[in-house]
């Protein structure tokens, strides 16, 4: 028996890394799943379907079920169409993990207007083009009178909690995936549905780079980096038992999951009357005094 035995899943930019260990992780535990992916390069061009192929092949070969779609996230047809192909091949769709990504990173005075729209368009719009359509079947349904169980799970990541310099485009999408998680987990909870969403740390193309020696596999260690300790958190979130899960966002990295919390203040000044902006210049160390100096020691 699997955890998610006769789910209909659709996991986007599955063809490689975090996405394709979700898809198979999915898979094993017995969703049905549509592997989507463009097969972008990691900047976000070109097209290849062969990455999606060798997951769906890969998934069938360990017994699995599962449907190729090589459909852009990113545009509004594309996500139409997708959660189409779900509900046309099985029926229903039960999951819906957001995961497709591309990275351009540059300095803000050095970025050109595609970087900016690129990143922005397939991360944020992506997410919300296809969360748009999955909620569209989900009330349809829900209004028919039938009990879902419906389950979204973003992408986020900690460049978009904490910031990160040279990620203005990928740091500005993720904040905003972090935040729409929250509003529409408020949206569609009535019906079924609950909107969670991962910022994951891992060894893939997009940071092979940048983790560099920190995310070498050394043998007989446990590779912490692997791509596949974020999968196990995805499959939790898509399935029953997190039915009282919603609107959170989590940090994955290799056997660490932490529950993240959002703005709150930190230190205040109030009193029953206007302030100068002198007067706030004086009062700035009052403001700050309560305020936790340190953010988390790495962030990306
Ligand atoms: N790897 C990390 O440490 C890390 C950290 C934080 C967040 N993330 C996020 O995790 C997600 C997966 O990243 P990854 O590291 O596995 O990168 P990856 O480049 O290995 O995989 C991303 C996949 O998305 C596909 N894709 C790109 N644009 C698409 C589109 N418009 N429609 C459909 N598919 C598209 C690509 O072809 C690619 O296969 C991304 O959202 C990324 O921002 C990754």
């Known amino acids: 028996m699997g955890m998610l035995d006769g789910k209909v899943a659709i996991v986007t930019g599955a063809g490689r890394g975090i996405g394709r260990a979700e ?6 535990e017995g969703a049905k799943v549509i592997v989507n992916d463009v097969g972008a390069s990691r900047a976000g061009e070109g097209a290849d379907a062969s990455p999606a192929e060798q997951t769906v092949q890969d998934i ?33 769709l039960d ?37 748009h359509f999955a909620a569209n079947h989900w009330r349809d349904r829900s209004k028919a009178g039938e009990e879902v169980s419906g389950r979204i799970v973003n992408t986020a990541s900690e460049a978009g909690l904490f910031g990160n310099a040279g990620q203005a485009n990928y740091g500005a999408a ?32 997009m940071t092979e780079d940048l983790f560099g020696e920190m995310a070498k596999v050394e043998e007989g260690k446990f590779d912490a980096f692997a791509p596949e300790n974020v999968a196990p958190l995805v499959a939790f979130l ?25 703005w709150k203040a930190a230190g205040q000044v109030s009193r029953d009357d206007r302030w100068t902006p002198k007067e706030l210049a004086d009062a700035k160390s009052t403001l700050f005094a309560t305020r936790d100096p340190g953010l988390p020691p790495f962030t990306f």
């Open 60 to 92: 069938k070969a360990a017994g699995g079920d599962s449907a190729l779609n090589a459909d852009d996230v990113s545009s509004w047809k594309g996500a139409a169409s997708l959660v189409k192909q779900a509900v046309d091949t099985w029926g229903q």
């Open 174 to 205: 993720k904040a905003g995936i972090a935040a729409m998680t929250i509003i529409l987990g408020r949206e569609l909870g009535r019906y079924g549905v609950t909107v969670n969403a991962i910022s994951p740390r891992a060894r893939t193309r």
């Open 23 to 28: 898809a198979l992780l999915l898979a094993e």
């Open 95 to 131: 999951i819906l993990v957001n995961n497709a990504g591309i990275l351009r990173d540059k300095m803000s005075f050095n970025m050109e207007e595609s970087d900016w729209d690129d990143v922005i368009r397939v991360h944020l719009k992506g997410h919300f083009a296809m969360s």
């Open 238 to 262: 898509a399935s029953d038992a997190a039915a009282d899960v919603n609107g959170q966002n989590f940090v994955v990295f290799g056997g660490s999951v932490w529950v993240m919390e959002g």
